[in-house]
């Protein structure tokens, strides 16, 4: 039995770690494609294939396939209960990297029914993460908790089947499906999803005097927010009435409100910590969060009518590249470490001195890891103005500088696992 133990922890460690690298390779051929895209971008063209398949590895195998994994960890572990079953987590990993894999091919080869098979790909991967959630669950101490996080997954269903009407020819909401898909897919499910359980894990994270951080009116206000976004953009598309664009400005500031509630109630939880000594990457994973605010209601102004189509491509270029690629690389330079250290030593290294573990918070390396982070933010703001502006010479050297960063992020990575 005692042999048996270490085994499976390092197993429910190792399987994080899996999606995670696998996630961060995904990210580099993402950026290698956005080279190619470069010109295209500031051209206006945006059914570029290499575009398209640079979005779409960036957004399903670089942050699905990275969220999907973390959820594995921190769902059992910042909600105190077990995970189902480790082997599903493998079966749901194979199904959603022949989703990413099958998503950008079908692009570049234009074949896109390629494309339509790797988002059923993608919703049957799902439907395992679901099913393995959903049985990890009668587990946790903290299901209320757990469960307004698990309220955020409509979105994607809806981002995927919308993707998969387009790649078959249809278009249910007319000229506002792919707006409905990029909105569903980027604000709806992924970054709805790290305002959600940042509190929670910031808590697990940070001890702190103030018990308010992870009350659930911030997230039923921006989960509502972003349903009454999402109705808004419906809606227009069946009768363009003026009342369909106040139901989505209404939404907007919905979710503005609530993601604000969220950052004011982290100051509040830091303020009161009961440590004052807070690690470094706990403050980058703050930064990012802060520095989403600004980019949402960015985005949010951008995509209304009234202005050129390029700046709402603009918004969506900030948005991934600034705002999401942060927050995930972030989130990973944080949990990676951990993971790693507990796989290759397990708790009884912490109180044992004679094992000579490295500390951790010593094994990744900090400046290096905030450069990258720099400079892949740094891409995203050339990105975005290189689009908004049409210069090509702005979005060629944005992708130039977010493929530098992720190259530094990658060895940032290695040397940590050496560590």
Same mark, same amino acid.
């Given at each position: 039995?005692?042999?048996?133990?270490?085994?499976?922890?390092?197993?429910?460690?190792?399987?994080?770690?899996?999606?995670?690298?696998?996630?961060?390779?995904?990210?580099?051929?993402?950026?290698?494609?956005?080279?190619?895209?470069?010109?295209?971008?500031?051209?206006?063209?945006?059914?570029?294939?290499?575009?398209?398949?640079?979005?779409?590895?960036?957004?399903?195998?670089?942050?699905?396939?990275?969220?999907?994994?973390?959820?594995?960890?921190?769902?059992?572990?910042?909600?105190?209960?077990?995970?189902?079953?480790?082997?599903?987590?493998?079966?749901?990993?194979?199904?959603?990297?022949?989703?990413?894999?099958?998503?950008?091919? #079908?692009?570049?080869?234009?074949?896109?029914?390629?494309?339509?098979?790797?988002?059923?790909?993608?919703?049957?991967?799902?439907?395992?993460?679901?099913?393995?959630?959903?049985?990890?669950?009668?587990?946790? =101490?903290?299901?209320?908790?757990?469960?307004?996080?698990?309220?955020?997954?409509?979105?994607?269903?809806?981002?995927?089947?919308?993707?998969?009407?387009?790649?078959?020819?249809?278009?249910?909401?007319?000229?506002?499906?792919?707006?409905?898909?990029?909105?569903?897919?980027?604000?709806?499910?992924?970054?709805?999803?790290?305002?959600?359980?940042?509190?929670?894990?910031?808590?697990?994270?940070?001890?702190?005097?103030? =018990?308010?951080?992870?009350?659930?009116?911030?997230?039923?206000?921006?989960?509502?927010?972003?349903?009454?976004?999402?109705?808004?953009?419906?809606?227009?598309?069946?009768?363009?009435?003026?009342?369909?664009? #106040?139901?989505?400005?209404?939404?907007?500031i919905l979710y503005l409100v609530g993601y604000a509630w969220v950052l004011?109630?982290?100051?509040?939880?830091?303020?009161?910590?009961?440590?004052?000594?807070?690690?470094?990457?706990? =403050?980058?994973?703050?930064?990012?969060?802060?520095?989403?605010?600004?980019?949402?209601?960015?985005?949010?102004?951008?995509?209304?009518?009234?202005?050129q189509e390029n700046w709402a491509a603009s918004g969506l270029l900030l948005?991934?590249?600034?705002?999401?690629?942060?927050?995930?690389?972030?989130?990973?330079?944080?949990?990676?470490?951990?993971?790693?250290?507990?796989?290759?030593?397990?708790?009884?290294?912490?109180?044992?001195?004679?094992?000579?573990?490295?500390?951790?918070?010593?094994?990744?390396?900090? =400046?290096?890891?905030?450069?990258?982070?720099?400079?892949?933010?740094?891409?995203?703001?050339?990105?975005?103005? #290189?689009?908004?502006?049409?210069?090509?010479?702005?979005?060629?050297?944005?992708?130039?500088?977010?493929?530098?960063?992720?190259?530094?992020?990658?060895?940032?990575?290695?040397?940590?696992?050496?560590?």
């Amino acid at each position: 039995m005692s042999a048996t133990k270490p085994n499976r922890l390092s197993s429910r460690f190792r399987i994080t770690r899996v999606y995670m690298l696998t996630g961060a390779g995904f990210l580099g051929v993402c950026w290698f494609f956005m080279i190619l895209a470069a010109e295209s971008l500031s051209r206006g063209r945006w059914i570029d294939s290499y575009l398209l398949a640079a979005v779409h590895l960036f957004v399903i195998g670089y942050a699905m396939v990275v969220v999907h994994g973390a959820m594995l960890q921190i769902v059992p572990v910042a909600f105190q209960g077990r995970l189902y079953s480790i082997r599903l987590g493998y079966a749901q990993y194979a199904l959603i990297v022949l989703g990413a894999v099958a998503l950008p091919l #079908g692009f570049l080869v234009h074949m896109w029914r390629i494309t339509a098979v790797g988002g059923l790909l993608l919703i049957l991967s799902t439907g395992f993460l679901l099913w393995n959630l959903g049985q990890t669950l009668r587990t946790l =101490k903290k299901k209320a908790e757990a469960l307004l996080i698990a309220a955020a997954f409509p979105f994607f269903f809806i981002n995927v089947l919308l993707g998969v009407a387009m790649s078959l020819g249809r278009f249910p909401a007319g000229g506002n499906t792919l707006p409905l898909h990029m909105m569903s897919g980027i604000v709806g499910w992924f970054t709805t999803l790290i305002i959600l359980i940042s509190p929670r894990l910031m808590s697990f994270f940070v001890s702190s005097r103030y =018990k308010g951080l992870r009350k659930s009116g911030p997230g039923i206000l921006v989960l509502a927010g972003m349903a009454a976004v999402l109705a808004g953009e419906a809606l227009e598309a069946g009768a363009g009435s003026a009342a369909s664009e #106040g139901i989505s400005a209404a939404g907007w500031i919905l979710y503005l409100v609530g993601y604000a509630w969220v950052l004011v109630d982290l100051y509040r939880h830091f303020r009161h910590r009961r440590r004052r000594e807070v690690e470094w990457v706990l =403050k980058w994973i703050l930064g990012g969060l802060y520095g989403g605010w600004p980019v949402m209601a960015a985005w949010a102004i951008a995509s209304s009518s009234s202005l050129q189509e390029n700046w709402a491509a603009s918004g969506l270029l900030l948005s991934l590249f600034g705002f999401l690629q942060w927050n995930i690389s972030a989130y990973m330079a944080k949990i990676l470490p951990f993971l790693r250290w507990m796989g290759r030593y397990g708790h009884h290294a912490a109180k044992d001195p004679s094992e000579q573990a490295p500390a951790l918070h010593e094994m990744m390396p900090r =400046k290096m890891t905030i450069a990258a982070l720099t400079g892949s933010a740094a891409a995203a703001v050339l990105l975005a103005l #290189g689009t908004g502006l049409g210069r090509g010479a702005l979005t060629v050297s944005g992708a130039a500088m977010g493929t530098a960063a992720w190259a530094l992020y990658g060895l940032a990575l290695t040397i940590m696992y050496r560590r």
